[in-house]
């Protein structure tokens, strides 16, 4: 399962979604800040929780691949990871 933390005013996670759509890769997106700089209002405290737990940085967008074990972020890496494992 892919699992992408994001915010929706943010660029950067806009492209990872348009990639994912492009793909027709099904994804659960998370919400956990208003905007997509660090230190950006947490609008879902257990999702911000998460991110940072998993990731180990308030940074987004941030892409986990359950069924691969793998995770991303920056958005051009991650765009990388689909086309290449999805594309």
Known sequence: MLQLYQTEGCPHSKKVRETLSELGVSYVI???RLTGEEG???T???THEELTELGGEDQ???LRDT???EAR???DDIVAYLEHHYG
């Open 30 to 32: 998370h919400n956990p």
């Open 67 to 69: 069924n691969r074990g």
């Open 73 to 75: 972020y920056e958005s």
């Open 44 to 46: 879902n405290g257990q």
């Open 60 to 62: 987004i967008p941030y």
């Open 40 to 42: 950006g209002d947490v």
